[in-house]
């Protein structure tokens, strides 16, 4: 199965910073990879498909990018909602995996 | 608005099954696939198997197979993931969300339910 891999694990940071994450697959996903955010309690929320596409309703300030093995996810300028886990997904491939996610957490 | 309902918390002892549900509301229920994950403490999510809401076709993880299985009841556009042998492992945030059997993200989850393995 395909290992996703990511990077890093805890983020510390002040709301209106700049964010960038990564995710990497331990074999090429095309693009077929999904990124969530998910906060305590509730269900996880679809941010981000087929590597870069926003989901409807979705801030602009989320974005995604890369393809193959190698991803990134952007917030432009993080609000006070955004603190929560992210993690990603691939779908290229059964079984679906996911990555251990990234915590964002306030500086 | 699509939304997944899951029961909150079960506690079931070693050995045996647990039976969760998931209550769908806002969409064609039998036009999607109703996919289930789970999260153990610590360990990322892990996928365990989908059911294909319009014609009830299954595919599970080999994690999982013969402990797991999921149906649904049309009528009442809800899934079932129902996991036997049950042991202290099993102990986890269980998820179901919707999508599809073919190359497709999971584009709405269900809030989870806590299922805890416990003598």
């Known amino acids: 199965e395909i290992v996703m891999t990511q990077s890093p694990a805890t983020l510390s940071v002040s709301p209106g910073e700049r964010v960038t994450l990564s995710c990497r697959a331990s074999?090429?996903?095309?693009?077929?990879l999904a990124w969530y955010q998910h906060k305590p309690g509730q269900a996880p929320r679809l941010l981000i498909h087929g590597a870069s596409a926003r989901d409807p309703g979705i801030p602009a300030r989320f974005s995604g990018s890369g393809s193959g093995a190698d991803f990134t996810f952007t917030i432009s300028s993080l609000q006070s909602e955004d603190f929560a886990v992210y993690f990603c997904q691939q779908y290229n491939n059964w079984p679906v995996t996911f990555g251990q996610g990234t915590r964002l957490e306030i500086k | 608005q699509v939304q997944l309902v899951q029961p909150g918390a079960e506690v079931k002892k070693p050995g045996a099954s647990v039976k969760v549900s998931c209550k769908t509301s806002g969409y064609t229920f039998t036009t999607y696939a109703i996919q289930w994950v789970r999260q153990a403490p610590g360990q990322r999510l892990e996928w365990m198997g989908w059911?294909?809401?319009?014609?009830?076709?299954?595919r599970y993880s080999q994690n999982f197979q013969g402990r797991v299985i999921i149906t649904r009841d049309t009528s009442a556009s809800t899934a079932y993931m129902e996991l036997s042998g049950l042991r202290s492992e099993d102990t986890a945030v269980y998820y179901c969300?919707?999508?599809?059997?073919?190359?497709?993200?999971?584009?709405?989850w269900g809030q989870g339910t806590l299922v805890i393995v416990s003598s």
């Open positions: 969300a919707r999508g599809s059997i073919s190359n497709w993200p999971f584009d709405f």
């Open positions: 074999q090429s996903v095309s693009s077929n």
């Open positions: 059911i294909n809401a319009g014609n009830g076709n299954t």
